[in-house]
């Protein structure tokens, strides 16, 4: 950004308080955000209360040696054992995960069984000589030896890393060989849209040059012959059978470390964010019960993928430590009809459902007839996450998924925070489409300026965390100076997620993308965000992604790449509709200069848009860096589509 402030554009007016149904089952009201008021304090007994602690901690958050702050540091717990061991007695034979696999085979999973095969693999990572701090690197897809294997390294002490399994073999090695794993678990091969990915063949050439690893254990999902290494790599099956059920969990220091996970790298060299174990389980117990409002009797799916941080906090940790019903799906939303998601959620009852603004588009792009093949009634809250939800997004699921009965909770937050950060509380917040509306309880958030000075209600600037929180990164793996430099100094004493945001009238807070996204048009700072949601806005618009490219009269101008929606054709009379359309909803200024249209955006493995690529494009610059996209063709699709129809406008 030039000058400090960011405009604020895109003015929303419709609210939608909570149902006076769901209010009166909640599991909060608004007297929770005094409750927290005392944040230290707070934090302290949500800890106490969510976790069974080995040494109960006495002490909250230390601030002494600040940014590197601890939580808890006296307290000593495991978290396997408070995933599974404490519930054997209560709800043994409650469900923990209905697990559907891409091809239709099914495996209901329950909270005993999970206890067993943790058990029996914590022993088998043991015997590879595995032990307490090692890290053990993993590469799956969605079933169920992912959450085993992450819960068998917590049990025994080991660091886990997971690697998304739709990332490449360079992507692996990078990310072994930074937490130097002494172990990769991975599988023989994973289902995608009816094809096997040979996981394990991708994995081999990894791992030619991950000097660290001694063992490479492979579940066998898809039988596909993949090559195995004799002496390095053993099959699970073999590696478990005969095994011992009972593995005595390792006691561990709250401020242990628990899990590396590396960013995605939207935006450039992965980061390996650390966690450690008693501020993580606080943070996430405590949100995932509040913010999903879990109840014993739920049926909850977190649609992610587990080799994100949604999923490590939103389908393992969380959920499970507070014994919740989960399911797992191993494919693709589309596969075998674009009504697969649906379909799950009437046959198993799913209650609550959390996913994120990409696959809505999506799910907006495809049209409304695949949901209402299904019945979805027994959903009784929504929720998103990952991107800025553009309020159209939002309301297409309120009322085509939710049927205008279930709240929306827009949660924003991100691997570095751990835990959800900004969200409604469902039974105490009115929302508005668009809006993640308030700090979760215990969490201090603000908009400030380049001064680092708050910014009044009504504009927007920076967002920022303004103390600590359990949940938070510790570190960047191996790289104390870089999580100081990237989070911590550019305001002192607060953290910079790296995200612009604004406030309304209400202090509502509002995300407005990434700041190295904002545009400078003729002095002015305009949020990728608002700009998108306005042309998301016309009925024709499914998905959009603005790019400030280099202009000589304004300094930017703003070039948009537009996806239909499902029968509508493109035209030039179009383009001048839309250009319009966005001039009389959020003003002249932010007018797009140029519109190109494309069947898909650029895209991150985790679904988000890459804007950056969109800009190399507009500015007729050589492709920057392709690798880390989930869709890399379409990119020269959309080059070569700018360059026809360069000169529109
Ligand atoms: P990298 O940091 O490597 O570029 P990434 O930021 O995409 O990758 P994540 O930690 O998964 O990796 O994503 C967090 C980011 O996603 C946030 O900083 C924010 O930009 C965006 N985000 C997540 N949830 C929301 C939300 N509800 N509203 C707006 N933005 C969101
Ligand atoms: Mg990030």
């Known amino acids: 950004m030039a000058d400090s402030t960011l405009e604020n554009l895109l003015q929303e007016e419709r609210v939608f308080p909570p149902p006076p149904e769901f209010v009166a089952q909640a599991n909060a009201g608004p007297e929770i955000y005094d409750e927290a008021r005392d944040w230290r304090s707070w934090w302290l007994e949500q800890a106490k209360e969510r976790i069974t602690w080995y ?21 000593q717990l495991n978290l396997s054992y408070n995933c599974l061991d404490r519930h054997l007695e209560t709800r043994g034979d409650k469900v923990a995960y209905h697990w559907i696999g891409e091809p239709g085979d099914t495996r209901t999973i329950t909270y005993r069984d999970l206890y067993e095969e943790v058990g029996r693999f914590a022993n088998a990572l043991k015997g590879l000589g595995v032990s307490r701090g090692d890290r053990v690197a993993i590469y799956m897809g969605m079933i169920p030896e992912l959450p085993v294997a992450m819960l068998a390294c917590a049990r025994i002490g080991a660091v886990h890393s997971v690697v998304f399994g739709g990332f490449s073999s360079d992507a692996l090695s990078d990310r072994i060989n930074d937490a130097e794993a002494k172990v990769l678990i991975t599988q023989d091969g994973s289902w995608r849209r009816g094809t096997k990915v040979p996981l394990k063949e991708n994995a081999d050439v990894a791992l030619a040059s991950t000097p660290s690893i001694e063992h490479v254990v492979v579940v066998r999902r898809v039988d596909n012959g993949a090559p195995m290494t004799e002496g390095r790599d053993v099959w699970y099956h073999d590696l478990v059978d005969g095994q011992d059920v009972e ?51 739920d049926v909850y799916w977190c649609a992610a993928d587990i080799g994100w941080v949604t999923g490590h906090s939103y389908i393992v940790y969380g959920p499970l430590a507070n014994g919740t019903t989960g399911v797992m799906y191993e494919g693709a939303p589309d596969f075998p009809d674009k009504d697969r998601l649906w379909s799950i959620i009437e046959e198993y009852g799913v209650t609550v459902f959390y996913t994120a603004p990409t696959a809505i588009r999506a799910f907006m792009k495809w049209g409304e007839e695949y949901p209402e093949r299904h019945d979805l009634s027994s959903l009784r809250l929504l929720g998103t996450v990952g991107e800025p939800i553009n309020p159209e997004a939002w309301m297409w699921y309120h009322e085509h998924i939710g049927h205008e009965r279930c709240p929306i909770v827009d949660t924003w937050w991100q691997t570095e925070t751990g835990a959800i950060m900004i969200t409604p509380i469902p039974g105490a917040v009115a929302t508005k489409p668009g809006s ?22 009504g504009g927007g600037g920076f967002l920022v965390l303004t103390h600590p929180w359990p949940s938070m990164l510790r570190t960047v793996y191996g790289d104390d100076q870089r999580y100081l430099d990237t989070y911590w100094s550019r305001f002192p004493g607060k953290y910079f997620p790296g995200d612009g945001a604004k406030r309304d009238a209400d202090g509502y807070f509002w995300l407005l993308g990434r700041v190295d996204d904002i545009m400078l048009v003729a002095g002015h700072n305009i949020s990728t965000t608002e700009v998108e949601s306005a042309l998301v806005s016309h009925p024709a618009v499914a998905e959009a992604a603005v790019v400030g490219r280099a202009d000589p009269v304004t300094g930017q101008a703003i070039a948009a790449f537009v996806t239909l929606r499902a029968g509508i054709v493109g035209d030039q009379d179009l383009i001048v509709e839309l250009r319009e359309h966005v001039a009389s909803s959020i003003g002249p200024i932010a007018r797009p200069k140029s519109i190109v249209f494309t069947h898909d955006l650029p895209k991150t493995r985790s679904g988000k848009i890459m804007r950056r690529l969109l800009k190399d494009i507009s500015e007729q610059r050589q492709l920057g860096d392709v690798t880390t996209l989930a869709n890399a063709d379409i990119v020269q699709e959309i080059a070569d589509m700018a360059a026809a129809s360069a000169g529109d406008e």
């Not at 901690?57 to 307290?75: L, Q």
């Open 55 to 75: 040494r109960e901690p006495t002490v909250s958050v230390d601030e002494s040696n600040a940014p590197f702050y601890t939580w808890f540091a006296d307290g």
């Open 436 to 457: 993640a509306t308030f700090p979760f309880p215990g969490i201090g958030a603000d908009v400030v300026d380049d001064d680092g000075n708050s910014v009044p209600l």
């Open 247 to 297: 593995c005595e969990p390792e006691v561990m220091d709250a401020e242990d470390m628990l899990y590396i996970l590396y960013t995605s790298g939207t935006t450039g060299k992965p980061k390996g964010i650390v966690h450690t174990q008693g501020g993580y389980l606080t943070g996430i117990t405590t949100t995932h019960h509040y913010v999903f409002d879990i109840k014993p009797d």
